[in-house]
C-alpha cells in the first residue's frame, strides 16, 4: 500500500491522562468513563475512535456517492462504539454505524443501501476492522 497521509498520537497515562497528536492540532485530557468506575469528566478512546469512524464512514458515502453520479452533499453517519469484556479474555469493541441519507426522486431507499454497502468495503476503518469487530449498518432505520 502506498501510504498518502501519516500522523501519530502520544497518550502519556493510558485512559486517564492526556493525548496530543505530533502536529498539537489535537490534544485531548482522558479520563475512563463513569460506567467504567472513573470520573467521567473527560473524553475517552472509544469517543475518539467513533468520532473518527462516523467522519470516515461518511465521507466513503460520500466518495462512493460521486463515483455512482448521484448528487449527494450530506451523509450524516452516527458511530456508536461499545467496550466490554471478551469471553476469550480481554477487551473487545462494538460498533453500530447509523446512516441517514435524504431520499427522494434521485435517491431511492434501494439506492441509499447500496451506497452504504460499498462504502463500507471501501471505508479504510471499516477495512481496518473487518472480521475483529461486528460492525452493525442501519440506513434510514433499516438494519443491513
Known sequence: MKTLYETQATASAG???QVTTDDGKLSIALSYPKEMGG???ASNPEQLFAAGYSACFSNAVLHVAREAKVKLTQAPVTAKVGIGARAEGGFGLTVAL???LAVSDELSQ???VELVRTAHQVCPYSNAVRNNIDVALT???QSL
Open 15 to 17: 485512559r486517564n491522562g
Open 39 to 41: 470520573s467521567g469528566e
Open 98 to 100: 447509523s446512516v441517514e
Open 110 to 112: 434501494e439506492q441509499a
Open 139 to 141: 440506513v434510514n432505520g
